[in-house]
């Protein structure tokens, strides 16, 4: 009996040795305080997150930047909890994390805008739309609206397809002590020492294309949806649709166009296609729209220059055009 439970503690303490370990490696190694996997958190960043980070553009990593970043209890990068107006959803463009927090979307609308926002995104990628939803609907009240916000680049992977009628729950969150402690919990099993050490030895960095002293994600390799993808968008956007107008939550889609699309003009073979065939989608369903393809004609630092993400101008443009939407709307 006694070399069992000698055996359990030193096996408890080893554990807890590891975990310790992994989690100030976490913390020394901030690219990697993130939750990478469905542990315990399925959003991208932990809750009650109040900090200054300096990041650098994912188009160039020798540009560096200092943001305030925020997240509230439920882990979503928005200083508000509840009685939320607007929910965004959709991939890293709904919540732009080369951003100040003042200067995204949510940011915008929330503050400047007074409409009670909160950004929703989770881990889970753009084929796994219904995980969204369902965080959604179990974790905040019923929002008078929702905004899709996703790329262009990103619409062929777009899958929703959830037919339950969406209930809304307004689950509590947990406390900021109980967070702290699941934070700890999964930051040790999660091993970022291990994510280091691939970053460090495979450098999966994104090799920018430059042209005219711009960088670009794509370049000239810019891919036109086939036929099945964009049925695939349109079954999948318009039963969102549907699922939303039957809870009385107004839906608009907004898609913004690949940084390559708005500088069309110094590649030879990009084009407005894809933007193109996609508004034409929304328009035959009837679905609200917000064309960023038309809206930012004529503008300039709309997207960030050492990023494939918006600029703070980009998301004030985007910001005031979803705010005179959304009041529309509501008369």
């Known amino acids: 009996m006694k070399n069992f439970i000698l055996k359990l503690f030193l096996f408890s303490f080893g554990c807890f040795i590891i975990i310790t370990f992994e989690y100030f490696i976490s913390t020394y190694y901030s690219?990697?305080?993130?939750?990478?996997?469905?542990?315990i958190f399925e959003t991208k960043e932990y809750p009650y997150l109040n900090e200054t980070r300096t990041i650098s553009g994912d188009l160039n990593k020798e540009s560096h930047k200092t943001i305030k970043y925020i997240t509230n209890s439920k882990g979503s990068r928005s200083i508000i909890n509840d009685k939320i107006e607007v929910a965004l959803m959709g991939d890293s463009f709904s919540?732009?994390?080369?951003l100040d927090q003042n200067n995204t979307i949510q940011?915008?609308?929330?503050?400047?805008?007074?409409k009670r926002t909160v950004t929703v995104r989770l881990k889970h990628s753009m084929n796994q739309f219904n995980k969204f939803v369902d965080y959604l609907s179990e974790n905040y009240n019923k929002p008078k609206t929702v905004v899709l916000i996703i790329v262009e680049r990103?619409?062929?992977s777009f899958i929703f397809n959830k037919t339950d009628k969406i209930n809304f729950k307004d689950k509590l969150p947990y406390s900021f002590v109980y967070s702290s402690f699941l934070k700890f919990i999964n930051e040790g099993i999660d091993f970022p020492s291990l994510r280091f050490l691939k970053y460090y030895f495979l450098k999966n960095e994104i090799i920018p294309v430059v042209v005219d002293n711009k960088r670009f994600l794509q370049g000239e390799n810019v891919k036109s949806f086939s036929n099945k993808e964009l049925k695939q968008f349109?079954?999948?956007v318009v039963n969102l649709n549907n699922q939303f107008n039957e809870s009385n939550i107004n839906f608009i889609v907004s898609v913004v166009p690949n940084k390559e699309t708005f500088y069309k003009n110094v590649f030879k073979n990009v084009t407005d296609k894809n933007m193109i065939s996609v508004d034409s989608i929304l328009r035959k369903n009837n679905i609200l729209n917000i064309n960023l393809n038309q809206e930012f004609k004529g503008l300039s630092n709309i997207y960030d220059e050492n990023d494939t993400h918006l600029s703070?101008?980009?998301?004030?443009?985007?910001?005031?055009v979803l705010d005179k939407k959304?009041?529309?709307?509501?008369?």
Do not use: F, H, M
């Not at 919540?95 to 080369?98: A, D, R």
């Open 234 to 236: 349109e079954t999948s």
């Open 326 to 331: 959304i009041d529309s709307l509501q008369k």
């Open 95 to 98: 919540e732009l994390n080369n």
């Open 154 to 156: 990103n619409i062929g």
């Open 31 to 39: 690219s990697y305080r993130t939750p990478s996997n469905n542990l």
């Open 107 to 114: 940011g915008n609308l929330n503050n400047n805008l007074k």
């Open 312 to 320: 703070g101008e980009g998301a004030k443009v985007v910001s005031i």
